[in-house]
């Protein structure tokens, strides 16, 4: 077995403290990576306090994982020691349901193995995440890191960064559209640039102004505060797709009416509490209400190539393992300039 050390969450009311634990030795197709920089996901605090339920502990959270091959197991023909690659949110499925036959194996029908906070296919070895020294994966859920983007401000594209291009891309922004994207955190302002990319017109829906000349800079084209409700009969029925990337239980119904006619709404924030919605303004004007899981394998290394193209990274705060704690409490406050990234070394 592989010594790791990192930091986990022990319960869901504790501060997060460091922690030693075993990585399996690789398997044929495993690679082992020295981790170097890991992402803080506003979905690590949700899971490491148990906002969702079922959360296993100890938890060694982090999803946005990128590092360097320290080696590979005999049969690993994609990935050799030295490459700088990342880590998502899922690290194996069933491979063989309709859906992992079509690379969409973040909708694995037995259910993907998620990094964290999960159990590796044999339904009883916990996975443990990137807050972490090292980990162990196999070949075909890891990604390869393109050499034009900074490591640390490449960490969150492995899950903020696919998680809206995901459904940028199927909903096929572009353009002539009018994207809106609901809140600007760490999913939020991946989108705003990986929107403005592909070329649409883009609307951050912010519910403070203090964001506002970031928003721009990031190649947003408007910015709409939305404490001012008058912002939705002015802009009624003008968004070909917006896109909800809110942690908290917001008022759903308001954002319908600035669709267009069968225009979408993609829910991607998953808040602790229901989001109610009033179907009318759906009913009205044919619109629709949709989900997105961040992205499949495949799609994500075709977003890492993208962002590579587009020079398109993070705007990331490193912080070192110890001010994880801090990082969670500022992201709860929306306090994030826009993604915690943490430095691994420093453990
Ligand atoms: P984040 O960095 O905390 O950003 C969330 C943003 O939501 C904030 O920056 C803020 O933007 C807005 N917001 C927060 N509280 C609000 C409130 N009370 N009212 C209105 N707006 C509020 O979080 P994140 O890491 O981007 O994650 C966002 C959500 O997506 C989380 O629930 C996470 O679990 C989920 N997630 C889903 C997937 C998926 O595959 N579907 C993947 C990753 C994460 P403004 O200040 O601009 O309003
Ligand atoms: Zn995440
Ligand atoms: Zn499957």
Not at 58 to 73: D, F
Not at 85 to 109: K, M, P, T, W
Not at 144 to 170: E, F, K, N, V
Request: include cysteine.
């Amino acid at each position: 077995m592989i010594q790791a050390k990192g930091v986990a969450a022990y319960s869901p009311t504790q501060a997060l403290a460091p922690f030693t634990f075993e990585r399996r030795d690789p398997r044929d197709h495993d690679v082992v990576i020295d981790i170097k920089f890991c992402g803080i996901c506003h979905s690590d605090i949700h899971q490491a306090r148990d906002e969702w339920g079922g959360a296993i502990f100890p938890m060694v959270p982090g999803h946005e994982i990128v590092g360097i091959v320290r080696a590979i197991g005999p049969k690993v023909t994609k990935h050799k020691a030295g490459d700088r690659v990342g880590i998502g949110c899922i690290v194996d499925s069933c491979r063989h349901c309709a859906h992992c036959e079509q690379n969409l194996e973040q909708y694995c029908l037995k259910g993907p193995t998620v990094t964290y906070n999960g159990y590796e296919r044999d339904g009883k070895t916990p996975t443990f995440g990137g807050y972490s020294n090292v980990i162990v994966a196999d070949e075909n859920y890891v990604l390869r890191m393109p050499a034009s983007l900074p490591l640390d401000q490449a960490a969150p594209l492995l899950c903020a960064g696919i998680t809206l291009y995901s459904p940028l891309m199927h909903w096929k922004a572009g353009p002539g559209k009018k994207v809106g994207i609901m809140g600007l955190g760490g999913l939020g302002h991946m989108g705003v640039k990986i929107a403005a990319a592909l070329g649409a017109h883009v609307t951050v829906l912010s519910h403070s102004e203090k964001k506002r000349d970031d928003a721009m800079r990031m190649g947003a084209h408007q910015f709409l505060v939305t404490h001012n409700t008058s912002v939705f009969q002015e802009y009624a029925s003008t968004f070909d797709l917006i896109i909800n990337t809110v942690s908290a239980e917001i008022k759903m119904s308001d954002y319908f009416g600035l669709l267009k006619l069968d225009g979408a709404l993609v829910v991607v924030g998953i808040p602790d509490k229901p989001l109610a919605i009033h179907p009318y303004p759906l009913v009205a004007m044919r619109r629709s209400y949709a989900g997105s899981l961040i992205g499949s394998i495949k799609e994500t290394q075709d977003m890492l190539d993208f962002c590579a193209k587009h020079n398109i990274a993070s705007d990331i705060e490193l912080i070192t393992p110890e001010q994880i704690n801090q990082a969670y409490d500022r992201v709860g406050k929306s306090d994030v300039r826009y993604r915690f990234v943490i430095d691994m070394s420093a453990l």
